[in-house]
């Protein structure tokens, strides 16, 4: 009784039940669709602003909850992107946005920051995983 209404991404640990949450914003944001990076050392999702709905961010940040979020994706056209996914090397991230109009994929070059549109279609491209 008394909680703050709100949704957030927490980590349980399987063997001991504790809680670790990574988000801690309650309402304010609606997080979704997250992925572990290769490594195991951070989560990768998207975020929705109450305030911007259909405007999701990718945002990066350690697995722990410490540390400040990253948005590494950048987004000039207030596209909606979501489905993020971790290529097997962690140097790329696939996503959907449809800052072109319809939902397309893209995967961004995390080494050089460099955004590429893989698909162009009337249609929505969803990106599912990575082939190895």
Same mark, same amino acid.
């Given at each position: 009784?008394?909680?703050?209404?709100?949704?957030?991404?927490?980590?349980?640990?399987?063997?001991? @039940?504790?809680?670790?949450?990574v988000?801690?914003? @309650?309402?304010?944001?609606?997080?979704?669709?997250?992925r572990?990076?290769?490594?195991?050392?951070?989560?990768?999702?998207?975020?929705?602003?109450?305030?911007?709905?259909?405007?999701?961010?990718?945002?990066?940040?350690?697995?722990?909850?410490?540390?400040?979020?990253?948005?590494?994706?950048?987004?000039?056209?207030?596209?909606?992107?979501?489905?993020?996914?971790?290529?097997?090397?962690?140097?790329?991230?696939?996503?959907?946005?449809?800052?072109?109009?319809?939902?397309?994929?893209?995967?961004?070059?995390?080494?050089?920051s460099?955004?590429?549109?893989?698909?162009?279609?009337?249609?929505?491209?969803?990106?599912?995983?990575?082939?190895?």
């Amino acid at each position: 009784a008394g909680a703050t209404p709100g949704a957030d991404i927490v980590i349980i640990d399987a063997a001991t @039940l504790t809680q670790t949450a990574v988000t801690n914003d @309650l309402k304010n944001f609606t997080e979704s669709s997250p992925r572990w990076s290769p490594d195991g050392t951070k989560l990768m999702y998207s975020a929705v602003s109450i305030n911007e709905p259909g405007n999701g961010d990718i945002v990066i940040r350690p697995a722990d909850g410490t540390g400040t979020p990253l948005l590494p994706i950048p987004d000039e056209t207030n596209g909606d992107d979501v489905y993020p996914v971790y290529s097997p090397d962690g140097k790329y991230i696939a996503f959907s946005s449809n800052r072109s109009g319809s939902y397309d994929i893209y995967v961004f070059d995390q080494s050089v920051s460099v955004l590429y549109q893989l698909t162009s279609t009337e249609d929505e491209d969803y990106p599912g995983a990575w082939g190895q």
